[in-house]
């Protein structure tokens, strides 16, 4: 067992969660996930791609992969990401002047959770930045219960008690899954990892068997430029 992500075979204890966090790269479980599917793509030096607050040990990866002028890495504080000295500032709330049909992938892993504005706001803009033939991999972390956002002004301990932490806007719920994100996207009916991977790549990446079926926190979205409903062919 080691992290597919740096090679690492240390792991260390994520609160609750025993063994689930690299002791060198520091990845969790839906990092590991989402750099398997990221693993598997054939990228070109033209390749366009949007990565928002980029994971450590995937952006050093990608950064050996592709060219660099073609790799955007962005996020609404981009002085957290010093291991990427080219982050740029972007507002997933004022997305209006960024460009549309330019980017063949957007990484977007637990980061609609944060965002204190309408998340179809940010979908729709997302997508009308992929390209024709571009892929969003999305992570949310799924739980459940109903749907539930706030963006009045909460105490910390409010805020991380109803949503699980404190900087969260809003809980993505699975039990009604389409009547909040199945209203403006075009979700798979679930998500099953062992379609994509082996059960022994999974283990190897110690990704612990719960998470391989059924949306978790872990789950990886791969959505296409019209899988945006509200966005026209």
Known sequence: MKCNVCGSTEF?????????????????????MLYLFLSRLELDDHDQVLHLAPEKG???K??????????????????FFNFAPKTKKIDLCELEDQPSNKYKYIINSHILEHIPCNIAYSL??????????????????????????CFQD??????SKRFGQEDHMRNISIDDLDQHLGKILSLPKDFDATLFFTEE???????????????S?????MLKKYDMKLLSA
Not at 154 to 159: G, K, S, T
Not at 204 to 213: H, L, Q, T, V, Y
């Open 217 to 221: 926190m872990n789950s990886v979205i």
């Open 154 to 159: 909460l105490p910390p301990a409010v805020r």
């Open 12 to 32: 260390i204890d994520m609160k609750s969660r025993k063994r689930v966090k690299c002791a060198k790269c520091f990845s969790l479980e839906r990092t590991r």
């Open 201 to 215: 790549e999974l283990k190897d990446a110690n990704i612990p068997e719960p998470f391989w079926r059924g949306y």
């Open 58 to 60: 995937v952006f050093e």
């Open 62 to 79: 990608l950064s050996k992969k592709l060219v660099l002028e073609n790799y955007v890495t962005a996020d609404i504080q981009p002085e």
């Open 124 to 149: 729709w803009h997302l997508h009308r930045m992929l390209t024709e033939d571009g892929i969003h991999f999305l992570v949310v972390p799924f739980v459940k219960g109903k749907y539930d956002e």
